[in-house]
């Protein structure tokens, strides 16, 4: 029985993790999220515990940032960026999680 449990468990967790939300956005130059730079181009974001993966949708290639991760008092209705300039490189500062409560901090 607790074997059976813990098989049933496992299989839970392993599709929640392969179904975990993912977000799109795009970069119009290289960026840096925290200490990783991003390269100019579109991205899918997904949380992973306290990291961001950021996945190059034309590479398949994926870098991870780590991420303060703060709920907001609403709703946001579509995904969006924020971003400073620090001299001559952008440097992404949030991320708001459309349809979520959810925003990354950089």
């Known amino acids: ?13 392993s599709f929640a993790l392969a179904n975990a939300k993912s977000y799109d956005i795009m970069l119009s130059k290289p960026t ?27 590479s398949d290639k994926s870098v991870t940032a ?6 907001a008092d609403r709703k946001y209705g579509e995904t969006m960026i924020q971003t400073t300039t620090e001299g001559s490189a952008d ?3 949030e ?10 901090t950089f």
Not at 5 to 12: C, E, G, K, M, Y
């Open 66 to 71: 780590p991420v303060n991760i703060v709920k």
């Open 32 to 58: 840096m999220a925290g200490k990783v730079e991003l390269k100019a181009g579109e991205y899918r974001v997904k949380i992973n515990g306290a990291n961001a993966v950021f996945t190059d949708v034309n």
């Open 95 to 104: 991320i708001d999680l459309g349809g979520s409560d959810t925003k990354l």
């Open 1 to 13: 029985m607790n074997r059976l449990f813990a098989i049933t468990a496992l299989s839970v967790c």
């Open 91 to 93: 440097r992404l500062q």
